[in-house]
């Protein structure tokens, strides 16, 4: 259990699990600042990681409790470093040194509520920590059914009073992106397989949702991740259980449209990415222990070009 070292070709898309690089308890989710990586520990009793990129390899710094349990997401800046804990609801906030180690706490909050699916939403479900500038931080919260607008200062401390946004209950509101050029939020809700547009600066605005799965699908499947194109033309999606991609087009309105699915050649792709160069699609499968890489034709993911083993794949980063 740790963290692998994949060499990729983006020439031909041949991706290859090479090696462990670094045991680490479930590290479900990464980010990296500088020659830094972080990591959370999806536990019970949850951690959070620092690595430092140096010669070609990873070196443990240190390791904190991430103030909660089942951590699911992270996010970092030069200042601080933010973590989401499903498990407990809340949200925690750490300094982060100058040699990139996490360091005292700034700020932790625990959200309240809960949704009307019962075997989901019994509680306060913490999913992400997205920031989308400077001084803004999203967290979904699959539990609630609400996106929390936190303000946070550079060194990391949350604003006590944060704005919510409200979705239809039993969504389960899982990740959070924002358009490039238009006052949009687009919120990828795992229970519903929706994605709601959202209007940034009018979150009392009508929401408008669309189905992350074709029309004729009746079986089970829970939404994972989502991302846009860097252009705003193009809106993605990964459907655990239909075992899919989806990939809309965004109108001049930025609303989605044209949707196209490709099958994900594996079970539960819980997390997604391109690749630098962004003509590639890379689909981490994480209960069929594989990752699938595809094309990029016209913004749109075309036939599989290669299928990978890797164990229990959950995230995937570039460095």
Excluded at 53 to 75: A, D, E, M, Q, Y
Excluded at 235 to 256: E, F, K, Q
Excluded at 266 to 292: I, M, Y
């Amino acid at each position: 259990m740790g963290i692998y070292w994949a060499t990729f070709n983006d020439t031909n898309g041949h991706f290859e699990c090479v090696e462990l690089a670094i045991e680490s308890e479930s590290p479900a989710f990464l980010c990296r600042i500088d020659d830094h990586v972080y990591a959370v520990n999806e536990a019970p009793e949850g951690g959070v990681s620092a690595f430092e990129l140096r010669s070609g390899k990873l070196h443990f710094i240190n390791r904190r409790s991430s103030l909660g349990s089942l951590p699911c997401h992270i996010t970092a800046t030069r200042q601080w470093i933010a973590v989401a804990n499903y498990g407990s609801g809340s949200v925690a906030v750490f300094r982060r040194t100058s040699d990139g180690a996490i360091s005292q706490k700034m700020s932790y909050v625990a959200h309240q509520g809960r949704g009307p699916v019962r075997d989901r939403q019994q509680c306060a479900h913490a999913h992400e920590v997205r920031l989308v500038s400077d001084t803004e931080l999203l967290v979904p919260d699959l539990g609630a059914d609400c996106v929390y607008q936190y303000r946070i200062t550079p060194p990391g401390v949350l604003n006590n009073d944060p704005s919510t946004i409200a979705v239809e209950p039993g969504s389960g509101p899982r990740h959070i992106v924002a358009h490039p050029q238009q006052p949009l939020f687009y919120l990828l809700n795992e229970l519903s397989n929706t994605i709601a547009v959202l209007h940034r600066d009018d979150i009392r605005h009508d929401q408008t949702f669309v189905s992350t799965l074709p029309d004729d699908y009746r079986g089970s499947s829970t939404t994972a991740e989502i991302q846009l194109s860097d252009d705003g033309r193009f809106i993605y999606a990964s459907n655990r259980g239909h075992d899919s991609m989806v990939t809309m087009a965004l109108d001049d309105r930025g609303s989605p449209c044209e949707p196209s699915w490709v099958p994900t050649h594996g079970e539960h792709p819980r997390f997604f990415c391109f690749d630098p160069t962004r003509k590639w699609l890379l689909v981490a499968n994480q209960q069929s222990n594989n990752v699938s890489v595809y094309p990029v034709v016209d913004g749109r993911p075309t036939k599989v070009a290669w299928i990978a083993d890797v164990p229990t794949p959950t995230c995937l980063l570039f460095i």
